[in-house]
């Protein structure tokens, strides 16, 4: 008797463990899942402050006062692509001698992050 008792008593122990085990399975695999969207969502925000910092530099460096706003696309993996899914727009207006403007960086209809400019172009001419 004592023999069966202890076979059962090992088939129980042995199926809580497994069933402990894939609780903790299903656990962790939520939680990876979730942190490589979370990976994913980090890289696309460092691709987009990085698109939105070139377009600065480029509005910055521009000699002359820019025509108009202006609007580049690019991949998710910042290649310059005219059908790419983000969206860099860079929007500007003058005040008294100064270029205030902003670049946005857009994944369709979502604002990934916007950066304000400012440049000093010289007094205003009559």
Known sequence: MKGEQHIT??????LLLIA?????LLA????????RNESL?????????????NAA????????EPRGARE????????PDPAGVLAVRVAWQREEGLLRGTV???RGAETLYTLPLCK?????SP
Do not use: C, H, P
Not at 9 to 14: I, K, L, P, R, T
Not at 28 to 35: A, D, I, K, N, P
């Open 72 to 79: 580049d696309r690019f991949t998710a993996d910042m290649a």
């Open 20 to 24: 402990a085990f894939i609780g903790i």
């Open 57 to 64: 530099d480029a509005f910055m460096a521009e000699e002359t």
């Open 120 to 124: 000093y172009v010289g007094e205003v």
């Open 9 to 14: 008593s090992f088939y129980v122990e042995a």
């Open 104 to 106: 946005t960086v857009q």
């Open 28 to 35: 962790l695999t939520r939680v990876f899942g979730l942190s």
């Open 41 to 53: 969502r980090a890289k696309l925000l460092t691709n987009a402050v990085t698109l939105a910092e």
